[in-house]
């Protein structure tokens, strides 16, 4: 159940050369890399550091990450990734990203991460990290 979403966030990435195949196409893998740094950038927009939850000692570890792709992006493509997120649970946040290229969308990748300790335990997602997206709606 989703107890709370935020807005979207917007930013572009270049498919650089290390991220394309020997035909010049986007390597698949280079996705999971695009939606990492997606939802580091969005806790980042609303003010949530990922670098000061570690140094809380909450860790979010990925447990589970889709990608559907549609259409191809190629070296030197510039894409806009979309990015929202909800809140679900007490532990866990779901962060969904559209990358688009040219107004197409090529992929959607929703990524899901769980709050825990420095030890792997659950924790709650910290109130200021709450706090942020409720300010950013």
């Not at 020997?22 to 698949?28: C, K, L, N, R």
């Not at 140094?55 to 589970?64: I, K, L, N, R």
């Not at 899901?112 to 910290?126: E, H, K, N, S």
């Amino acid at each position: 159940m989703v107890i709370a979403a935020a807005p979207r966030h917007l930013q572009t990435i270049r498919v650089r050369y290390a991220e394309s195949d020997q035909m010049g196409f986007a390597h698949h893998g280079a996705y999971v890399v695009w939606l990492e740094e997606a939802r580091i950038s969005w806790l980042r927009a609303v003010g949530a550091s990922y670098r000061a939850l570690e140094e809380s000692g909450v860790f979010m570890p990925v447990v589970e990450c889709t990608i559907r792709y549609r259409k191809s992006l190629r070296f030197d493509d510039v894409a806009e990734l979309e990015t929202t997120v909800s809140v679900r649970g007490p532990s866990r946040m779901s962060f969904t990203t559209i990358v688009r290229h040219e107004g197409v969308d090529c992929a959607e990748g929703t990524v899901t991460v769980a709050a825990v300790t420095r030890a792997g335990r659950p924790t709650r997602i910290p109130a200021d990290v709450l706090a942020a997206l409720d300010a950013s709606n």
